[in-house]
């Protein structure tokens, strides 16, 4: 495979690590949850984009927005429905009630549409254009683009929106926040709705480069999160930045050692990154900047 081809895979597979790990990125920063069933919304979005493109052959734009709406309902559901009853528990509670809500979210799908593989066809994806006298996947450039504008919209929405400063104010100190007269049940609300409806994009975008089944997010979800702990979770760059090094790092394993070693060296990043730099390389430790 020439360096181009490897670039653009780089670029594709590393665009939809970094749209999800925001999505876990968001809810950590804001509520110090791991959502285990991140992937699973994720998954959910891939199959709105199926249906929207079958039932109704929709353009890219509408399937997208389909999908990250959809996503976001259901994250807003997951936050009311299964968490929110818990957060005055121990946090085992909440991480036990993530991985059940995950299971549901699966063993529904594959009711509802079973379990055979499917093939999101997606023709404003295909096809190549010319960059600097290579030949580049449309596909691949759409994955990045959307990637470094969900990352600047994020960014300047935090920093600059009453709501983004809100959640801001929440995740660092949340009592604080409330005496300030800030709804803290809100800004949780908000934060699994952005980050559920970044799952729905990534889950479109990646169902089409792979198939698409009942459990097509738990791998790319367990690797979306290890390059959220990589860039530091809670760090919308460092979410991005994970995203993308986690890529280059499978990409680099697949070429050196195989095919077989791509999967492996994703959580090997994330166990050697909590070993040298617990706070990720963000720097997101104990006690630092969340956000």
């Avoid at 919304?41 to 399937?63: H, N, S, T």
């Avoid at 960059?131 to 959307?146: D, E, S, T, Y």
């Avoid at 935090?158 to 800004?187: H, N, Q, T, W, Y």
């Avoid at 690797?223 to 280059?248: E, T, Y």
Wanted: with cysteine.
């Amino acid at each position: 495979m020439e360096w181009g081809e490897q670039l653009v895979n780089l670029l594709a597979c590393g665009g939809v690590y970094a749209l999800t790990a925001l999505g876990y990125t968001l809810v950590f920063g804001v509520v110090r949850l791991v959502n285990f069933a991140h992937c699973d919304v994720m998954m959910l979005g891939a199959y709105a984009g199926w249906m929207l493109r079958r039932e109704w052959d929709a353009p890219l734009w509408l399937v997208l927005l389909g999908a990250a709406g959809l996503c976001a309902l259901a994250g807003v559901g997951l936050e009311r429905v299964v968490y929110r009853p818990l957060f005055t528990g121990r946090e085992e509670y909440l991480l036990v009630a993530a991985v059940g809500a995950s299971l549901v979210l699966e063993y529904a799908a594959a009711g509802i549409w079973g379990s055979a593989p499917r093939r999101l066809a997606l023709p404003e994806l295909e096809g190549t254009v010319m960059l600097g006298g290579m030949a580049v996947q449309k596909g691949a450039l759409l994955v990045f683009g959307l990637c470094m504008l969900c990352m600047v919209g994020l960014s300047l929405f935090l920093r600059f929106s009453p709501v983004g400063m809100a959640m801001r104010a929440v995740s660092e100190d949340s009592m604080a926040a409330r005496l300030c007269g800030i709804p803290e049940g809100k800004m949780v609300a908000a934060a699994f709705l952005l980050g559920s409806a970044l799952a729905g994009v990534s889950g479109v975008l990646y169902a089409q480069l792979y198939s698409l089944t009942p459990f097509m997010g738990t791998l790319p979800g367990m690797k979306a999160f290890a390059a959220a702990v990589l860039g530091g979770i809670g760090s919308v760059p460092g979410a991005v930045a994970g995203g993308f090094l986690l890529s280059f790092f499978e990409t680099g394993a697949a070429i050196l050692l195989g095919p077989g070693a791509r999967d492996g060296v994703s959580f090997f990043a994330m166990i050697l990154t909590l070993l040298l730099f617990p706070g990720g390389l963000a720097g997101r430790g104990k006690g630092g900047e969340r956000l």
